[in-house]
């Protein structure tokens, strides 16, 4: 699986953009990089996904850089709601059991700690 | 649109039982996967359904199983368990392509005595 590559541990101050940087420096070119984020004990929710085009949508921005080895999840205004730990995945398309099938590796995740 | 849910939420059993837990997907989508969570291992992959077919599985022992209903709707059932296999339990639902986006539950937690 393309694995991912991300800082333990992040701060931001309120207001302020967030910018989680990623590492996928062994990404295919059929394969999409996502994000994903999960407040303490919930289901991870989904922010953004890109395969090669930067893409912003009312959550954040997604910047993935021209050789596809690295990207960048900006929130841009950041919010005491917005800590979290923020997965970046790449999902990965491979020969399963019935054929063609894709899943998601989750890592460790960045924790963001959003403070006053 | 209603999202995913998950039934029950909170669960307590002791070894050697066995355990169902439900997942009802968004309304449209017809493939829903399983993840497991736990503090040791993080988010791993348990298995994937489509029209009512395992199209995908993870590394885990027998004794976890799934199934999918007509209406999209899913089972996991976990044999024997262990104090291990206490957990959060997440079910995401997609419409069903391979680069369609999966949305979780607010997942299962469960507690083995």
């Known amino acids: 699986d393309a694995k991912t590559t991300q800082p333990t541990s992040m701060d931001c101050a309120e207001g302020r953009a967030a910018n989680l940087p990623c590492n996928h420096s062994t990404i295919s070119g059929n394969e999409y990089v996502y994000w994903y984020r999960q407040i303490h004990s919930q289901g991870p929710q989904y922010i953004i996904h890109?395969?090669?085009n930067n893409e912003t949508n009312e959550m954040a921005s997604l910047i993935i850089t021209e050789d596809r080895k690295s990207s960048t999840l900006i929130l841009p205004h950041a919010t005491l709601r917005d800590t979290a730990v923020y997965y970046c995945?790449?999902?990965?398309?491979?020969?399963?059991?019935?054929?063609?099938?894709?899943?998601?590796?989750f890592g460790t995740g960045t924790r963001l700690q959003v403070t006053l | 649109k209603a999202g995913v849910t998950q039934t029950p939420r909170y669960l307590i059993k002791t070894r050697g039982q066995q355990v169902t837990l439900s997942c009802s997907p968004i309304?449209?989508?017809?493939?829903v996967s399983w993840y497991q969570q736990t503090p040791g291992q993080g988010l791993q992959f348990l298995f994937e359904?489509?029209?009512?077919?395992?199209?995908n599985k993870g590394n885990f022992p027998g004794r976890f199983s799934g199934r999918q209903f007509s209406n999209s709707r899913s089972e996991m059932n976990v044999s024997t368990l262990e104090l291990g296999d206490s957990a959060l339990y997440l079910c995401?639902?997609?419409?069903?392509?391979?680069?369609?986006?999966?949305?979780f539950g607010p997942g299962t937690r469960l507690t083995v005595l």
């Open positions: 890109g395969l090669k």
């Open positions: 359904y489509f029209s009512e077919t395992q199209r």
């Open positions: 995401a639902s997609s419409k069903g392509a391979f680069s369609d986006t999966q949305y």
């Open positions: 995945i790449v999902r990965v398309l491979y020969r399963g059991d019935t054929g063609t099938a894709s899943k998601l590796t």
């Open positions: 309304s449209g989508h017809r493939s």
